[in-house]
């Protein structure tokens, strides 16, 4: 059964707000989790495939990115751990946008704007879509020059795999624009060949976004701590309720998945 | 590859979080009586030192300064998360590893802009650095900024090192060299007053490098009841951030606010020992989680293949 793209839109703004929401490890780990199993569930064949493994090791860059900045201030151990721990926030919101990228499919994202803002949904859509895109030109590119004997591994032959990636998206995102140009797209009716039905899994997924998200917004508004504690350094407060409605983030996970043989 | 990056990150972790000890100072003659010379400008909170330091380069870091200032004039102080922090000067600041261990207490750091004003430091000590003509100062307050954290008092650089041609009279330049491990350098004669030149006085009873005790300026309790003073006088803050102004300079009067055990104590990190239960049913929950994700991952990948 297919999760309506709108709704995987929901669940990801509402993951990426309770992950901006609170630095505490106990709760990004367990968005982190969520995000993951979402992944593992309904990543979805096509480009978009390793989309959740590359976000997450741009997560990981970060964080070390993040920590090796705070070196540049007063340091204490303290500092070095709020520093951190904003990396990882920064880092689970990127990994919940991987998932959305590997289980949601942008074109059908696209379908669904009205004809009046199709441009600015297709600008949208190809924004959103350029990572997978990238990252599919990169592997693309990266066996076609192993093939030639280049290891593209090595930073001294980095140009060699950058710049026909570069291209390749130039080209690809020109060659869109023409054929949807020579189509007629986005002038006239639009028909439809497929319907994209509002079913009770994408309800799931809605209601799996806000229910964390509704109850951190909770937490904000009565002034709950959803930071750690850094001078001094000290656990932070864990409630068992933001535990469980995190939790709730996951129950994407239970619906079957989407058929794979379904076109990318 | 990978496992050489592994191995480089672990190395540079394990250094940043080992907490070095007191930098082995003093071994930094400064014999030249010519040469640069930076202020540096020390507010306990009760006391404040000016201390004209004769820098061993053209520019050197504000840490630098301050191990100069230790080995010219015995300023106790002890860096701290790999040497990058200032966890104590003259005896008052956070004891343990953590330079923020007596938050929201910290040590502020300032940057003079030359014409006795303070401009709050963005970056720190060891990235920001000081020459000839140049003023840093440190005080020990509550507040993460400028608005709120207090500036050491207005001093400019000429007030603290006088120009060279004609030295202060009542502090011989010979004195101004080295103290190894104390009892070496001579008390020179500080005169009263905001304009008093290196007002900090080396005293003669540290043995130990990095744990030289300070010396008392002239009407102050000496001696190691001043560390117990310094000590409260912390606990202390709420009197001393809202004293006047005018009054911090160091009168001898500052002395007297110090009352051994007075004072709410600070806060300090809830818990302590263990992660919070409600965490490790977080972590559980994650275990779970991750897991789940993983079956599936495989029962998806047997299924496809």
Redesign the interface.
Known sequence: MNVHPAAWVVWTLCGGLVALATTNP??L??V???A??V???H?H?GPGIRSFGIFASFGLLTI?TRTALV??????????VAAMLEGARLAVMLVVYGTFNSVSDPWRLLRLAPRRFHEPALASVLALSIAPRMIDAGVRVREAQRLRGIHA?RLRNMPALAVPVLSTGMEEAVTLAESMDARGHGRGRRSRYRSDPWNVPSWLTVVAGTIPLAYVAAMVWTGSPLTM????????????GA?AA??AL?LP?LVP?AD?IEPA | ?RLRVAVA?AAFLAA??TPLGPAASGQVACAAEEGPRAALVVDTGGNVYRLCVRLDATRVSGLHLIELASSQYGLTYRF???G???CMLANVGATG?????E??Y?WG?WVGDGSGGWSWS????G?VSVGEGGTHGWSWDTGDGPSTHRPPPRTTHRSVCPAPEKPDPSRPPSTRGPVEGGGAGSAGEGAPGSSDPASAQPSGDGTRAGDRSYGSRPGQRAGSKEKEEKASRRRDGEKERERDPAASSPAPSASSSGVAGAGPPL??????S???P??V???G???A??G???L??RK?RSS?G
């Open positions: 106990f709760y780990i367990l982190f989790a969520a993951w199993v992944h593992a569930a990543r064949p070390a070196f540049f201030g007063p340091v204490s151990r303290g500092s070095v591994g504690p850094a001078y001094p350094l000290g656990w932070p407060e864990v409630s068992l535990v995190l939790i996951a996970a998945p794979p | 590859m990150c940043l979080f701290g998360e790999g990058q922090a200032v590893d953590d330079c923020f261990g938050h929201p910290f750091f963005g970056s720190g000590a990235s806060p300090k990190a809830p818990g302590g263990g992660p919070p409600a965490g049913a977080a972590l929950a994650s275990a989680l991750a789940a994700g993983v599936l991952a998806r496809a």
